[in-house]
């Protein structure tokens, strides 16, 4: 089985500045690595597949990068809507597309 | 528009039986994986399964092997996760989610709502 490691597990930042979550493989998973977002009493939402690919309509200030067993995934600048918990998930290694732990990116 | 669009709360006892559903609408749901994601309380995200609607073919996490059964209909756009015998561990949120990518399972593009089911004597 893969595991997924994120860090920070609880990340804050000021609105307007930069955040950056990290996501790591315990074995390398090519590409195949997305991104999502989960707000309090939501769904997730896909933000970045392919490590890299912004999903439809999410915005710009988001961006991914990575391959191998390294990810990033980067806000520019944080707005108040941003304010969630974050999850990578790698979908290389059948038959378990596990998810990381989550990072909870709050207000500073 | 792509919709996905689960069953309501269920509230059961240890033991009993469950079905929820999943019902798809603004796409071919025959052509597209869909699978499930289960959320205890105040945890992360764990993939359970998936299902092509299209042939049937369903594929487990090794941990959810046995545990839960994973069907579809696709004569009316809707996938099922089911119970035999539930837990009180069963305790937690689902969420379906559909693979919008043609022929292989990725990441998922679209979420259902959710659903909370809550196991309890």
């Known amino acids: 089985e893969i595991v997924m490691t994120q860090s920070p597990a609880t990340l804050s930042v000021s609105p307007g500045e930069r955040a950056t979550l990290s996501c790591r493989a315990s074995q390398s998973v090519s590409s195949n690595l997305a991104w999502y977002q989960q707000k309090p009493g939501q769904a997730p939402r896909l933000l970045i597949y392919g490590a890299s690919t912004r999903a439809t309509g999410i915005p710009a200030r988001f961006s991914g990068s990575g391959s191998g067993t390294e990810f990033t995934l980067t806000i520019s600048s944080l707005q108040s809507e941003d304010f969630a918990v974050y999850y990578c998930q790698q979908y290389n290694n059948w038959p378990l597309y596990t998810f990381g732990q989550g990072t909870k990116l709050e207000i500073k | 528009e792509v919709q996905l669009v689960q069953s309501g709360a269920e509230v059961k006892k240890p033991g009993e039986s469950l079905k929820i559903s999943c019902k798809g609408s603004g796409y071919s749901f025959s052509s597209y994986w869909i699978g499930w994601v289960r959320q205890m309380p105040g945890k992360g995200l764990e993939w359970m399964g998936i299902?092509?609607?299209?042939?049937?073919?369903?594929r487990y996490s090794p941990s959810f092997q046995g545990q839960v059964t994973i069907s579809a209909d696709k004569s009316i756009s809707t996938a099922y996760l089911q119970w035999s015998s539930l837990k009180a561990s069963d305790t937690a949120m689902y969420f379906c989610a559909s693979s919008m990518v043609r022929g292989v399972i990725a990441h998922f593009d679209y979420w259902g709502q959710g659903t909370l089911v809550t196991v309890s004597s």
């Open positions: 299902i092509y609607p299209g042939d049937s073919d369903t």
